[in-house]
């Protein structure tokens, strides 16, 4: 039991850094940024995504090793899982799968191109960045509400 409150703390901790890391960005620091000269709010959106995006890579990879421990410990299989714990699983992949395309794309781009100082260019990239971003952030919500409600269905 001690080791399923672990790995359920750390998931926990793992995911709200996550969520809240992006609801913060979005709802607070995007406003906040929004009036800057583009030749400031760029680089400070670089700054920003360079810390905040290999932190999120961490808390991925704490998500997947304790969800799917607790997945097994508690239930033996995904074939006994209750329908909330796949519904939590699949959002979740989905959030993962679309912070790799972020990362290797909208990201790769966004950072080269204020790298060069083609603040045109990483401003499109910055945009494509806010929408997954977005999307993802619901999800997240989403899969918080699921997780956190799924056993009272």
Do not use: C
């Not at 932190?55 to 990879?61: E, F, M, T």
């Not at 704490?62 to 239930?75: C, N």
């Not at 006994?80 to 912070?99: D, E």
């Amino acid at each position: 039991m001690l080791l399923i409150m672990l790995l359920l703390a750390i998931h926990l901790l793992a995911a709200v850094f996550w969520v809240g890391g992006m609801a913060f960005a979005y709802t607070v620091l995007r406003p906040a940024a929004g009036p800057l000269d583009p030749a400031l709010r760029l680089p400070l959106w670089r700054r920003v995504f360079a810390r905040f995006l290999p932190w999120v890579g961490v808390s991925i990879v704490v998500l997947l090793v304790s969800g799917f421990a607790m997945l097994f410990l508690m239930f033996g299989s995904d074939a006994n899982a209750p329908p909330y714990v796949h519904i939590m699983a699949i959002t979740g992949i989905i959030m993962m799968l679309m912070y790799g395309h972020l990362f290797f794309a909208p990201w790769r781009r966004f950072r080269a191109a204020v790298d060069r100082g083609a603040l045109p260019e990483a401003a499109k990239s910055l945009n494509q960045i806010r929408i997954i971003v977005g999307i993802n952030l619901l999800l997240g919500v989403l899969t918080l509400v699921i997780g956190g409600t799924g056993r009272y269905w």
